[in-house]
């Protein structure tokens, strides 16, 4: 189920028609003073292997946790690649899972930041004219609006907050410094100037490093968030495997646009 665990023979006698391969794409960078530099990548990682024990077969590859991180490089301990090394890292690896025999490979998103670089990944990949199936999860918790309203106490909801510390009580309590926070983060404008988006806009805004009040998080609310991500990707691993149409379409599109 994880690469870095399997033996060479058990990747060369893999299923490589029906294998989804998973990357988990995580961070480091502050979360608060309370949350672990990794939790991204942490929680990402959990998410992906248990989805994939849910629904075989598939293999998840060592999480990244070196990505996209510019905003939060005034906090210790953040490590950012710059847009270009991140993807060429991205490109790098999904040709070798492809030069491996792997056809779908399915990038889990687990970090905010990445939401920028990773929809232009996708487009430079059909650029390239590449020949595997790249899908990709771009916001980390799409399609959980639902659990988060339900479990939520506070707002708003976002980086460090109640929803995300309550994810780490859950998995990694052992890495969890509650008592450095004693209520909601201060918070400066969201904008620096309204209806553009600035340089500064997210440093003018989680002044902290976290948002929310994480005081309101509770293992058991992470627990039923979790279940229901786990739940949600192993759904989506399916219907990846389960594909047809998208091979079509880009044989038919390259076919077409390079005559």
Same mark, same amino acid.
């Given at each position: 189920?994880?690469?870095?665990?399997?033996?060479?023979?058990?990747?060369?006698?893999?299923?490589?028609?029906?294998?989804?391969?998973?990357?988990?794409?995580?961070?480091?960078?502050?979360?608060?003073?309370?949350?672990?530099?990794?939790?991204?990548?942490?929680?990402?990682?959990?998410?992906?292997?248990?989805?994939?024990?849910?629904?075989?077969?598939?293999?998840?590859?060592?999480?990244?946790?070196?990505?996209?991180?510019?905003?939060?490089?005034?906090?210790?301990?953040?490590?950012?690649?710059?847009?270009?090394?991140?993807?060429?890292?991205?490109?790098?690896? $999904?040709?070798?899972?492809? %030069? =491996?025999?792997?056809?779908?490979?399915?990038?889990? =998103?687990?970090?905010?930041? =990445?939401?920028?670089?990773?929809?232009?990944?996708?487009?430079?990949?059909?650029?390239?004219?590449?020949?595997?199936?790249?899908?990709?999860?771009?916001?980390?918790?799409?399609?959980?609006?639902?659990?988060?309203?339900?479990? %939520?106490?506070?707002?708003?909801?976002?980086?460090? $907050?109640?929803?995300?510390?309550?994810?780490?009580?859950?998995?990694?309590?052992?890495? $969890?410094?509650?008592?450095?926070?004693?209520?909601?983060?201060?918070?400066?404008?969201?904008?620096?100037?309204?209806g553009v988006q600035t340089m500064a806009?997210?440093?003018?805004?989680?002044?902290?490093?976290?948002?929310?009040?994480?005081?309101?998080?509770?293992?058991?609310?992470?627990?039923?968030?979790?279940?229901?991500?786990?739940?949600?990707?192993?759904?989506?691993?399916?219907?990846? %495997? =389960?594909?047809?149409?998208?091979?079509?379409?880009?044989?038919?599109?390259?076919?077409?646009?390079?005559?």
């Amino acid at each position: 189920m994880e690469w870095a665990e399997l033996a060479s023979p058990d990747v060369a006698s893999a299923d490589k028609e029906r294998t989804v391969v998973i990357l988990p794409l995580g961070s480091l960078e502050v979360h608060g003073p309370h949350l672990p530099l990794g939790l991204d990548t942490l929680v990402i990682h959990r998410v992906a292997v248990e989805a994939a024990r849910r629904s075989p077969p598939a293999i998840v590859l060592p999480p990244l946790f070196y990505t996209y991180v510019p905003e939060s490089r005034h906090f210790a301990g953040a490590i950012s690649l710059s847009g270009s090394t991140f993807l060429r890292v991205l490109e790098e690896i $999904c040709d070798e899972v492809y %030069r =491996n025999g792997f056809r779908r490979i399915f990038i889990l =998103n687990g970090h905010g930041g =990445n939401r920028r670089p990773l929809p232009l990944f996708v487009r430079e990949m059909q650029e390239k004219g590449k020949r595997y199936l790249l899908y990709v999860w771009v916001e980390p918790l799409q399609g959980l609006e639902d659990i988060i309203e339900e479990i %939520r106490e506070s707002e708003p909801v976002g980086h460090a $907050c109640e929803v995300e510390t309550s994810l780490a009580l859950h998995l990694f309590p052992h890495l $969890c410094r509650m008592e450095r926070v004693k209520g909601p983060a201060k918070l400066g404008p969201p904008r620096v100037v309204e209806g553009v988006q600035t340089m500064a806009d997210w440093v003018s805004y989680a002044v902290e490093g976290y948002l929310g009040d994480p005081t309101k998080a509770r293992p058991e609310k992470g627990a039923r968030l979790f279940e229901e991500w786990v739940r949600r990707v192993a759904e989506v691993i399916e219907r990846i %495997r =389960n594909d047809t149409l998208y091979e079509r379409v880009l044989d038919d599109y390259y076919a077409r646009a390079r005559k």
